[in-house]
């Protein structure tokens, strides 16, 4: 999930929900979910959420319990979604399915051949994601009226260039790589209790008079989710290098040191797969009773383990808050 | 510097109407008085108090802030019988607040106002109508349509001339007219707004039953209440935002 490293570079400082009323956030729905997935995992008996047929749907327990807080503050979340099939229909299922497989057999190549930029970009779209999962999760999105957009490869990549496209006002992803592909502002800790943090590329450029190519540059020395780092280099070695020898080739020749793929891994941040063909309205109406049906009835959820995060979205609906009129 | 001495009924009544909606609290101490404003977390219902130096026995203050945690000092005001006098110090070294009611002492930590919810700004509301209420009427209103739903409709009958309460439960219904000669003042316009009755009912419990009551009304906005206490020296304003209504 990023490089934690990168923290002591960023410019981070806590921002109460209060100032994100209103606003719209491209969430990287792979990370928000696995948080959500692995919570519920961990701490919910696995029946509650397992249909009679043995199939689990643990996201939507877990998803239930997460977006609520997106209605009370009145945030639009847009959902960013890891490369795959866009369209939602069932019918789509089987293709996802195959596209699944095909992700699988090119990881056991990418594996065999030892390319470490392909392993880190596959491992992350097979990862724990069944094409159930994958499927009802989009579904309950539509129910509940939550916009989702089918990113072309790296869902946090994609959620940067809506956000760079000014279609959202901030990337909701817990991984500082946001950064790297050139999120303006990211929102960090949405899935967690207390006030998130916003994490700033500008002010971060500023902090340290890089641009973001060098930024890059240096995050790769220091090692992303794509690569290792260079032995030994940590965020202050990896900054000095960088404005001493201005990029990262210079640097690491400087050193006499290599890093792997460090051309894909660059190209890959400076010109992410991304598409500005996608749409989405950001004046929701949902059908709370529609999703509550789908969870509990069509998937066999137990209704007591979603009824608390159902009320918090329908009281949100129900309920004006004093600063429209401030 | 803080210091002061307040009825023990005074000081209950003012912590009352703010903690109802919030646990913590800021306390301006002002030359002229105690002024409090706070919103409750889910930015739905607002208090904006004011007790003028008035009110206390004896009064000086020159402007400072402090935080306080309301249940800690309602229960010091509580300790007091009917008619014992509080007085309050604020020591500025320790950041502590003494409070004295006859013999017994208590010390209460404050809390650093910068870690309390941002006091909120006032909505700019113009509202039409206006109706003019004793305490206890609100309070049955409050009381009734609780027995048949979570929410209430209050408006005013523009052509009939009257203001009315509705609340519609999952079987039955309460509906309540009252026209200006069984109200204190009417002023007629046009409202009808829907409340959540969780955030009514609280802050009903902090209106005194013969308290006038002056509350603003329009279509689908906010409600703005009015009431003095401590003989008029004191003021609250409650401001609640409506509910939705579904189309």
Known sequence: MGNAALRDIASIESIPFDELEGSVVAVDAHNWLYRYLTTTVKWTNSSTYTTPDGTEVANLVGMVQGLPKFFEHDIVPVMVFDGGPSDLKTDEIESRREQRESYEEQLEVAREEGDQVAIAQLESYTQRLTPTIQETSRELLRFLDVPVVEAPAEGEAQAANIVRNGDADYVGSEDYDALLFGSPRTLRQLTSKGDPELMDLQATLDDHDLTLEQLIDVAIMIGTDFNHGVDGVGPKTALSLVHEHGDLWSALEARGDHVEYGDRVRQLFRDPNVTDDYEFTTDLDPDVAAARDYVCEEWAVDADEVARGFERIEESLVQSGLDRWT | MFKAIVSAETLSSALDSVSVLVEECKIHLEEDGLRIRAVDP????????????????????????????????????????????????????????????????????????????????????????????????????????????????????????YFYVDAEGDTDDVHLELTADDLIDLEVGSAHSLFSLDYLKDMNKAIPADAEVAADLGEEFPIKMYFGFAEGQGQVTYMLAPRIQSD
Do not use: C, W
């Open chain 2, 42 to 161: 889910a930015n739905v219902g607002m208090v904006d108090l004011s007790l003028d130096a008035d009110a206390f026995e004896s009064y000086e203050a020159d402007g400072g802030l402090i935080g306080v945690d309301l249940s800690r000092l309602e229960d010091i005001a509580g300790m007091a019988e009917s008619g014992q006098l509080v007085q309050l110090e604020l020591d500025e070294e320790t950041r502590k607040l003494h409070a004295q009611i006859e013999g017994l002492e208590y010390t209460l930590a404050l809390i650093d106002p910068d870690s309390i919810r941002q006091e909120p700004d006032i909505p700019d509301l113009d509202l039409p109508a206006r109706v003019v209420l004793e305490g206890k009427d609100v309070n049955r209103a409050v009381t009734a349509a609780d027995m048949v739903s979570d929410h209430i409709a209050l408006g005013v009958d523009e052509a009939e001339e």
